[in-house]
């Protein structure tokens, strides 16, 4: 495709994060140059001057279109502190001449418009919208442009007491093992204070060691906000609250806490193989707590607010506060790439073996729901939160399936009916004495016919755990069904 094809391609799409539009360039400078700053800000971006809010190509005079360009790249220049070098070129569009000013993030943020100051004229983009900056976001973009993170800093607020050192390095020791093969866990060592201090999540001051957030988080729930808020819904929308949790304390303990809230709230389903137990989740589990350590990872602390995971009839939800670091889009992640906004953590959490490899998450969600046969993923910036979705199949939610076979028709997929492999276990007792489908139905509590025909007595019987009386006439009125006691 050539640049012109993609700049068309781009523009059918509408504006967002990364693109802007203008019919013309306004008079006042400011009324462009924040989306310049904010672009410098986040992920880079083009301003596209000569194209409507309808996506319409309306195109820059002939006599006018140098003028122009000459006036915006002298305006950026002027006005933007630190310096800010943009792209500017005309691009022909059938036979319309526009102008792009592109811009890439910019390494020496945070940007803003020099006379109105770093308080008021620094912009970030934010829904496709330049948004003035709150004080948070000027920190984090200070952070960034030093090179620094929110958890490298240290919090001398808070005493680094042995206990907490002796707990963390004796759970990240057991993380790694447990992780670990036979002989992997032969090569490894007791975590020590001073990995701890290699790892920086501790500073060492001559004899004393300094607490970073990144302890603190690991440690403590000294930050009320670095929390996980569960909630199982009622539906598809959050008007009624069937069960909710909140996580304080120990980030990793956080992960482990939220991810148990999910599978206590998705279907499990129990196939019955000569009465051994044999599990499968609705949804991949690898992929259900790589959305939850996805969060925890990277999310902003410096933000008052709390991750949330909202499971629905139909959907899981994972937001976390902050839109995605630095230079990252959707595209960029989905692609696999990665900036760490929270580098400590992410370093802790790679020893402890909860992240397999940086940049790999998301990539790995996609997959895994391709291989459950489940709608893809989607992951959106919500305001200043960042979200993933992964669908839950619309099937039937009994806890019998025939290992290895294909689901039950999607006629039955629907039935919110459960039972669980105890119940089954005591109906195939109940069935010593022969029994009526209608009885076996009614012992379980179920008022679905078909579906305790497809999803429980069929299974039962191929696996000849059960079998009918008359044999021969599947649909006789006298027909029963009675546990195999002996083959």
Same mark, same amino acid.
């Given at each position: 495709?050539?640049?012109?094809?993609?700049?068309?391609?781009?523009?059918?799409?509408?504006?967002?994060?990364?693109?802007?539009?203008? $019919?013309?360039?306004?008079?006042?400078?400011?009324?462009? $140059?924040?989306?310049?700053?904010?672009?410098?800000?986040?992920?880079?971006?083009?301003?596209?001057?000569?194209?409507?809010?309808?996506?319409?190509?309306?195109?820059?005079?002939?006599?006018?279109?140098?003028?122009?360009?000459?006036?915006?790249?002298?305006?950026? =220049?002027?006005?933007?502190?630190?310096?800010?070098?943009?792209?500017?070129?005309?691009?022909?569009?059938?036979?319309?001449?526009?102008?792009?000013?592109?811009?890439?993030?910019?390494?020496?943020?945070?940007?803003?418009?020099?006379?109105?100051?770093?308080?008021?004229?620094?912009?970030?983009?934010?829904?496709?919208?330049?948004?003035?900056? !709150?004080?948070?976001?000027?920190?984090?973009?200070? &952070?960034?442009?030093?090179?620094?993170?929110?958890?490298?800093?240290?919090?001398?607020?808070?005493?680094?007491?042995?206990?907490?050192? !002796?707990?963390?390095?004796?759970?990240?020791?057991? &993380?790694?093992?447990?992780?670990?093969?036979?002989?992997?866990?032969?090569?490894?060592?007791?975590?020590?204070?001073? +990995?701890?201090?290699?790892?920086?999540?501790?500073?060492?001051?001559?004899?004393?060691?300094?607490?970073?957030?990144?302890?603190?988080?690991?440690?403590?729930?000294?930050?009320?906000?670095?929390?996980?808020?569960?909630?199982?819904?009622?539906?598809?929308?959050?008007?009624?609250?069937?069960?909710?949790?909140?996580?304080?304390?120990?980030?990793?303990?956080?992960?482990?806490?939220?991810?148990? &809230?999910?599978?206590?709230?998705?279907?499990?389903?129990?196939?019955?193989?000569?009465?051994?137990?044999?599990?499968?989740?609705?949804?991949?589990?690898?992929?259900?707590?790589?959305?939850?350590?996805?969060?925890?990872?990277?999310?902003?602390?410096?933000? +008052? =607010?709390?991750?949330?995971?909202?499971?629905?009839?139909?959907?899981?939800?994972?937001? =976390?506060?902050?839109?995605?670091?630095?230079?990252?889009?959707?595209?960029?992640?989905?692609?696999?790439?990665?900036?760490?906004?929270?580098?400590?953590?992410?370093?802790?959490?790679?020893?402890?073996?909860?992240?397999?490899?940086?940049?790999?998450?998301?990539?790995?969600?996609?997959?895994?729901?391709?291989?459950?046969?489940?709608?893809?993923?989607?992951?959106?910036?919500?305001? !200043?939160?960042?979200?993933?979705?992964?669908?839950?199949?619309?099937?039937?939610?009994?806890?019998?399936?025939?290992?290895?076979?294909?689901?039950?028709?999607?006629?039955?997929?629907?039935?919110?009916?459960?039972?669980?492999?105890?119940?089954?276990?005591?109906?195939?007792?109940?069935?010593?004495?022969?029994?009526?489908?209608?009885?076996?139905?009614?012992?379980?509590?179920?008022?679905?016919?078909?579906?305790?025909?497809?999803?429980?007595?069929?299974?039962?019987?191929?696996?000849?755990?059960?079998?009918?009386?008359?044999? +021969?006439?599947?649909?006789?009125?006298?027909?029963?069904?009675?546990?195999?006691?002996?083959?």
């Amino acid at each position: 495709m050539t640049r012109e094809d993609i700049l068309l391609y781009e523009i059918e799409h509408g504006e967002n994060k990364k693109l802007e539009f203008k $019919v013309t360039l306004p008079s006042d400078s400011k009324k462009y $140059v924040k989306t310049i700053i904010a672009f410098s800000n986040t992920a880079g971006g083009k301003l596209i001057v000569g194209v409507d809010d309808n996506r319409k190509v309306i195109g820059l005079p002939d006599k006018q279109i140098y003028t122009i360009k000459d006036a915006i790249t002298d305006t950026i =220049s002027n006005m933007c502190e630190p310096q800010i070098i943009p792209d500017i070129y005309v691009a022909e569009i059938g036979d319309k001449r526009i102008i792009v000013v592109e811009i890439y993030p910019g390494p020496n943020c945070p940007y803003y418009i020099k006379s109105i100051g770093l308080q008021n004229g620094t912009y970030i983009r934010i829904s496709g919208l330049s948004k003035l900056a !709150d004080d948070t976001s000027i920190k984090e973009l200070q &952070f960034r442009g030093n090179n620094l993170r929110f958890d490298e800093i240290v919090n001398l607020q808070q005493a680094v007491e042995k206990q907490a050192i !002796d707990k963390l390095c004796q759970d990240i020791t057991a &993380f790694r093992r447990k992780s670990a093969n036979e002989d992997e866990n032969k090569s490894i060592h007791a975590v020590e204070i001073k +990995d701890l201090v290699n790892w920086k999540v501790l500073v060492q001051k001559g004899k004393e060691h300094l607490a970073t957030n990144a302890f603190i988080l690991l440690t403590s729930d000294h930050y009320e906000y670095a929390s996980i808020q569960c909630a199982r819904f009622k539906g598809v929308d959050r008007t009624v609250f069937i069960d909710k949790k909140e996580y304080a304390g120990p980030i990793y303990e956080q992960i482990d806490n939220a991810y148990k &809230f999910i599978l206590n709230h998705i279907n499990l389903a129990v196939g019955i193989d000569d009465l051994q137990r044999s599990e499968r989740y609705e949804l991949p589990i690898r992929s259900i707590r790589e959305m939850i350590v996805n969060a925890v990872t990277h999310r902003n602390y410096m933000i +008052d =607010s709390r991750i949330q995971v909202a499971v629905y009839d139909n959907r899981i939800e994972v937001t =976390s506060p902050g839109m995605l670091f630095g230079s990252l889009d959707i595209a960029a992640i989905r692609a696999g790439r990665s900036e760490t906004r929270n580098r400590t953590i992410a370093r802790v959490f790679d020893k402890m073996r909860l992240i397999e490899s940086w940049g790999s998450g998301i990539r790995r969600i996609i997959e895994d729901c391709a291989q459950f046969k489940l709608p893809e993923p989607e992951f959106s910036e919500i305001g !200043d939160a960042f979200r993933v979705v992964v669908y839950r199949k619309q099937m039937m939610q009994s806890a019998i399936y025939q290992a290895g076979a294909e689901q039950v028709p999607s006629k039955h997929r629907a039935s919110t009916e459960q039972v669980t492999e105890e119940r089954i276990r005591e109906l195939i007792e109940y069935c010593i004495t022969p029994r009526k489908r209608s009885e076996m139905q009614a012992f379980l509590g179920l008022s679905h016919r078909e579906h305790f025909r497809e999803a429980i007595l069929q299974p039962l019987l191929e696996k000849r755990l059960l079998e009918p009386t008359v044999p +021969d006439k599947p649909t006789s009125s006298r027909q029963r069904y009675v546990k195999v006691t002996n083959e």
